[in-house]
């Protein structure tokens, strides 16, 4: 499968982040080993079934989902156009859990938290991160 095209940046300053399919794929892998296990346990059938609806449902959004770094905000995109924007100067912190296997990424506004599944380019999420918002407080310490 091969992902969708990434849309064009708007600006020479915008960033698009590169989509990566291991965190969904790593569901699906997980879902279909649980699935291997049921003759040991039947009860385990209900358990794959909910990781792999999770799986396809992080597969899909990988394939559709952009995030952009715009100037003044983040933006999420699916394919050309923009759903929602989250202003640098509302963020208080941000972190990218599990440095060495980055699979959440977590970062808070004024009025709101947020949590996301590592579905892109986790080194350049840091990069522009730690570019547009390089509070020392913020950064990853974990």
């Keep these: 499968m091969t992902p969708a095209p990434t849309p064009p940046p708007a600006s020479a300053d915008e960033v698009v982040l590169t ?3 291991w965190v969904p794929l790593g569901v699906l892998v997980l ?9 040991f346990w039947g009860g385990l059938v ?13 597969l899909l959004q990988t394939a559709l989902l952009r995030l952009r770094f715009a100037p003044e905000a983040l933006l999420v995109a699916r394919r050309e156009t923009v759903i929602r924007s989250f202003p640098y100067k509302a963020w208080i912190s941000w972190r990218v859990w599990w440095p060495a296997l980055p699979v959440l990424f977590y970062f808070r506004e004024e009025k709101s938290i947020h949590l996301l599944p590592m579905l892109f380019d986790a080194t350049a999420l840091r990069e522009e991160l ?6 020392p407080a913020s950064a990853d310490a974990a």
């Design 46 to 58: 209900w358990p794959a079934l909910v990781m792999g609806v999770l799986g396809l449902f992080l």
């Design 19 to 21: 989509p990566r399919f």
């Design 31 to 39: 879902a279909a080993a649980v699935l291997a296990l049921r003759p």
């Design 130 to 135: 730690e570019r547009r918002l390089p509070s």
